[in-house]
């Protein structure tokens, strides 16, 4: 038997009960991959699945000029 699909206002209700599960056991976290905007952090997270997270920093120096570009890239 297919599994129905759930409703969006259940998939937003469980992701903040996640959310809220994961805040709770690590309220202390935080993203260590360095950037000053979106579109930096979208760049180092690709980079970030190739290599470390402190490599990734030494590399994407280099790319702080970086903004969201004006145009849709996909």
């Known amino acids: 038997m297919p599994k129905r699909k759930e409703s969006l206002e259940k998939q937003r209700a469980r992701a903040v009960a996640?959310?809220?599960r994961l805040y709770q056991?690590?309220?202390d976290v935080r993203c260590t991959l360095d950037r000053k905007n979106a579109f930096q952090l979208l760049i180092a997270?690709?980079?970030?699945?190739?290599?470390t997270d402190a490599?990734?920093?030494i590399v994407t120096v280099s790319y702080?000029?970086?903004?969201?570009p004006t145009k849709r890239i996909v």
């Open 18 to 20: 996640i959310y809220d």
């Open 55 to 57: 490599r990734v920093n």
């Open 45 to 51: 997270t690709i980079l970030a699945a190739q290599c």
């Open 64 to 68: 702080t000029h970086l903004t969201l």
């Open 25 to 27: 056991r690590y309220p």
